[in-house]
Every structure is written in structure tokens, then in C-alpha cells.
């Protein structure tokens, strides 16, 4: 497919001009930022033309063969690790204004890596390391699913049934994006409202345990909550040392796009806690099983905020709510894993109960 490296967004560097070396490392580093910005609008629907592309392969004639493998190696994979470099050589220099977020150079080191072909997905290292080294191998069937992978959206969040290298170069080029331009949206984000404090966390095995609303009904009822609050209260033996309200919210380990939402009102207990009659339990252990679903990670960003109530749980502008977007973004800018969607999870805590309204976000991650 002739100019498919003309759908990416590409970094270029300031023109030779007379002002060329005038513009202070506040403007250049705007600059890299606005790009980066511009690009995440762009990329994820150019790496899934790759994918489809590169799943055609089959079809292709031996001289086409030749052809695209220039255009993969060279117009393509060739020209984001010359681009890498260069955004590496600039932000080095900008690192004494103090306006970089380092967080950016661990994910250029890691999009590094994936373009070099050594990737850290150990279940496509044979098959990266076949088509880098003979580009007929993306003739075999197999060969070339792992490496094209599926077309996962705009948003890089449709559910695929293998994720490949391509998938792993998309996620590490929007990695590199988030880094450079998350930190301005944070900050744009929090209107009316601040986050306070934000940490990680990571606690030992424990059970949620609650009840369950679908996304499409109202909160608990005052009757329910006190019936609720009563029956947690009563396992006083079984409390995880987390033992806020809270609402928890998961999708059984999947895309958001094959499985709704479900809500579930309850705490966070002991991991032996038992389960009252007329409830359900949802476990968490510390570490990944490498198994898509429950148990989910016990690990997870924990951001606490303060202000207008109703600015905090804003939804319009918003993916979620305001306090799900700063988290989660906030996350991103520091370029820490979110288990999206083997072991995604989130929650939100009502420090003095259910009746007081929730100021607490908590956000899965894999560190």
C-alpha cells in the first residue's frame, strides 16, 4: 500500500530559518507538545491501516513482497526510530528548564526496543524475531496474526482476539504522547475541584464484598445502605485495614466494548472474609496470575480530591467523570501500566460513608 506512512503524524524539527534558534524552551517544548497532542488524534487509526495491511500479506506477489517490506522497515518502523531520536536529542536539551516530564524518556526507551524488534511481549518474540530477520515469514498464517495483531480503535480499546506487535508499537508510541501532553490536561482537567494527594499502592490479598447495581439504576437506597453498612460492620473480624465504602466498578476482565459495566456497593475485607447470603465478593491478589479476569491486582493508584462536589463527579468534556479522567490521566502522564482489560478496575471511596458523597478515585495498575 503506496504512502501508508503518510497517515502517521510525524515530529519534524524546526525549519532552518533566522529564527529558527531564537524560540525560548518554553515555545520549543510547546511545541513538542502540541504535536504529541495532534498525533494521538491521528496515530491509532494509521497503525490499524498497518494492521490490516500487513493482514493481507498472504495475497502478495513476490515483488510486492519486497516492496512492502521496504515500506515496513524503512518508510515506517525506520522513520519513527529516526523521529525517536530526534525528540530524544531535543527534550535532553530541554531538561535543564525544568519543563520535561522525565517520565517520557522511559517510554522512548521502550519504543526504542519494539522498533529494534526486541520486544518485551514474550509470547510474540518468536514471531517478531522471524519477520525481522526474513520478512516472507509474515506469509504464515500464524506468523503474521501475531505480528499484525487486530484493529483496536480509534481509542486503542476494541477488543481484539490477538494483540500483536503492531498493538505494542501502538501503545508504546500513544505511551510517549500521554507523557508529553497529559500533565497540561491534568492540570486543564480540575476546574472547580483539586486533587489533593496521589500515590500507588499496593496491598495484600483481600475481597471485595458488596451488592450489585447495574450501570442503569440509580445509588443505593438509604434502607439498602444502612442494611449494607450494618452487615460490614458486623464482620468486624474480617476488616482488610481499607475499610471505607466504596463502589467498585469492572467489566469481568474485558473490553469496555463487549462487557458493560457492573457496580458493586460493599468494602474492601479480609481475603478469608466470609460471604453474607444475598451478596457477592469480588477477590483481588497483589500480583498478576497471567489469566484475564478475577482475581484482580490489589494494586492500584489511589487519588483523593477536595472542592466543588458536583465539579468532581462533572461528566460533560469528560471520557467518565472528572475524577476518573485526572486519575487516570495522571497515571498516563507517568507512564505507569493500567492492566486494560485483563485486570482493569476501578473504584470510587466515600471516606465518611456512602451518605457523604464519594472524594476518593482508586485506579488499577500493573507496576
Known amino acids: 500500500m503506496k504512502n501508508l506512512?503518510?497517515?502517521?503524524?510525524?515530529?519534524?524539527?524546526?525549519k532552518n530559518s533566522e529564527n529558527s534558534g531564537s524560540l525560548s524552551p518554553q515555545e520549543q517544548y510547546r511545541r513538542i507538545v502540541g504535536w504529541a497532542g495532534q498525533a494521538r488524534g491521528t496515530n491509532p487509526d494509521a497503525f490499524d491501516a498497518v494492521t490490516a495491511w500487513l493482514l493481507e500479506a498472504e495475497a502478495w506477489s513476490q515483488e510486492e513482497l519486497a516492496e512492502n517490506r521496504r515500506i515496513l522497515m524503512e518508510d515506517i518502523i525506520g522513520r519513527f526510530a529516526g523521529q525517536t531520536r530526534r525528540l530524544r536529542e531535543e527534550?535532553?536539551?530541554?531538561?535543564?528548564?525544568?519543563?520535561?516530564n522525565m517520565a517520557v524518556f522511559d517510554?522512548?526507551?521502550r519504543l526504542e526496543e519494539e522498533l529494534a524488534g526486541e520486544t518485551r511481549a514474550h509470547e510474540l518474540k518468536e514471531a517478531v524475531g522471524k519477520v525481522f530477520a526474513d520478512f516472507s515469514a509474515i506469509r504464515d498464517r500464524r506468523t503474521r496474526e501475531l505480528f499484525a495483531g487486530g484493529i483496536t480503535g480509534h481509542e486503542g480499546t476494541d477488543t481484539v482476539d490477538v494483540f500483536g506487535y503492531i498493538n505494542?508499537?501502538?501503545d508504546c508510541d500513544?505511551?510517549?504522547?500521554w507523557a508529553l501532553f497529559m500533565p497540561e490536561v491534568v492540570e486543564r482537567q480540575q476546574e472547580g475541584f483539586r486533587?489533593?494527594?496521589?500515590e500507588y499502592r499496593k496491598l495484600p490479598a483481600m475481597r471485595f464484598i458488596g451488592i450489585e447495581k447495574v450501570a442503569t439504576q440509580d445509588a443505593l437506597g438509604q434502607q439498602e445502605i444502612e442494611k449494607l453498612q450494618r452487615t460490614l460492620d458486623a464482620m468486624e473480624g474480617y476488616r482488610s485495614g481499607f475499610d471505607c465504602d466504596a463502589l467498585l466498578m469492572h467489566h469481568f476482565g474485558r473490553g469496555v466494548d463487549v462487557e458493560r459495566c457492573h457496580l458493586l456497593w460493599g468494602r474492601f475485607m479480609a481475603a478469608?472474609?466470609?460471604?453474607p447470603e444475598g451478596y457477592i465478593c469480588v477477590d483481588f491478589v497483589p500480583d498478576h496470575d497471567g489469566a484475564s479476569g478475577m482475581p484482580y491486582l490489589s494494586q492500584f493508584a489511589y487519588a483523593e480530591f477536595t472542592g466543588d462536589p458536583d465539579a468532581m463527579h462533572g461528566q460533560e468534556g469528560f471520557d467518565c467523570d472528572a475524577m476518573y479522567d485526572v486519575t487516570r490521566n495522571t497515571i498516563l502522564a507517568q507512564n505507569v501500566m493500567i492492566p486494560y482489560p485483563d485486570k482493569y478496575w476501578t473504584a470510587e471511596v466515600f471516606p465518611q460513608g456512602f451518605q457523604k458523597g464519594s472524594s476518593v478515585y482508586l485506579f488499577s495498575v500493573d507496576r
Do not use: H, I, N
Not at 506512512?5 to 524546526?14: G, K, V
Not at 500513544?174 to 504522547?177: I, M, R
Open 5 to 14: 506512512q503518510d497517515r502517521f503524524c510525524w515530529y519534524e524539527p524546526q
Open 91 to 100: 527534550l535532553d536539551a530541554l531538561v535543564p528548564s525544568g519543563l520535561v
Open 107 to 109: 517510554t522512548l526507551d
Open 168 to 170: 505494542f508499537l501502538k
Open 174 to 177: 500513544a505511551g510517549v504522547q
Open 195 to 198: 486533587m489533593e494527594f496521589f
Open 272 to 275: 478469608d472474609a466470609p460471604v
